[in-house]
């Protein structure tokens, strides 16, 4: 039973992840690799703001979301004004970038080392020590995550976000500032984003730069291609699928020395028949 929490705890943590990502790139359209650094941004200013003056998570949680807002925004300002390939391949670098920070500024993030003896979050007195404690908690954030993706999606702000999705300079001819929409659904994506890196900073107790490189991006992504562009409803199955396959997999019998390996072919495989049979996804409306 605690194996099968802990799998949904994570289910629920790239679920957040996956609904946060698939608003840049499902509804608007952007190719944007930047999420894990978002996510380990908010998992790193949780941790020390816990650690280093003994703040409430929730609290905590908070201003890692505004941390990450403002990063995003700064950052976003360059972005909103790329299309397509550029856009990709700028995020592409700033994830790069954010990983580098994590590794070398040794004496805050305390380099390939990590940070250690994160507590689990509390409220009122009580403390989300037990999984299946932290499972509910995780599970009321993913219900707010797909209120917030539902809410944007219907929202005029969402259907001005497809049309740039569908053909940005015919957009712009009715008057639409689009780098502005664009500005702003990065910023709220990053900001869902650094709130999965809250709970996953807390549930996992210990944090290192691994847990948020370019690789890991690659993997969030792939999610929400597996489950559909454009669909809230397929990332939450795009996670559920990625995260429970490599489980699946332990059980297949794979030799130690290859079983990490086979993993990522299963992974690519799984992609070229998207590519080949389904562009779309599995449940999606859209594809890149």
């Not at 957040?16 to 200013?45: E, M, N, R």
């Not at 740039?164 to 689009?178: H, L, N, P, Q, S």
């Not at 030799?255 to 599995?282: E, N």
Request: neutral net charge.
């Amino acid at each position: 039973m605690e194996y099968l929490v802990h799998i949904l705890i994570f289910v629920s943590i790239y679920g957040i992840i996956a609904l946060s990502l698939d608003l840049v790139v499902g509804v608007a359209g952007l190719l944007s690799v930047t999420q894990a650094a978002f996510y380990g941004i908010g998992a790193y200013v949780t941790a020390l703001l816990l650690l280093g003056t003994g703040m409430n998570f929730f609290l905590a949680a908070i201003i890692g979301m505004i941390v990450t807002a403002v990063i995003a925004l700064g950052v976003g300002v360059v972005f909103s004004r790329f299309k397509s390939e550029f856009y990709a391949l700028g995020s592409f670098g700033f994830n790069i970038i954010v990983f580098s920070i994590f590794l070398n500024w040794q004496s805050v993030t305390r380099g390939p080392l990590g940070i250690p003896g994160i507590p689990r979050p509390e409220i009122f007195g009580f403390q989300f020590s037990e999984n299946s404690a932290f499972l509910v908690l995780t599970l009321v954030i993913l219900a707010i995550a797909y209120g917030v993706y539902t809410w944007i999606e219907k929202s005029s702000f969402g259907r001005v976000l497809k049309a740039i999705r569908e053909d940005e300079e015919a957009i712009k001819v009715f008057g639409y500032t689009t780098s502005y929409y664009k500005l702003v659904i990065f910023v709220i994506s990053s900001m869902l984003a650094a709130l999965a890196g809250s709970l996953f900073a807390t549930y996992i107790t210990f944090i290192d730069p691994s847990s948020f490189s370019l690789n890991e991006s690659i993997f969030m992504l792939s999610i929400i291609i597996l489950g559909g562009l454009s669909s809230k409803r397929g990332a939450l199955l795009g996670a559920f699928c990625l995260i429970v396959l490599p489980e699946v997999l332990r059980f297949v019998g794979f030799p130690s020395d290859i079983a990490a390996q086979m993993r990522q072919v299963t992974y690519g495989l799984i992609l070229i028949l998207l590519m080949l049979y389904r562009p779309q996804g599995l449940m999606g409306e859209f594809r890149l």
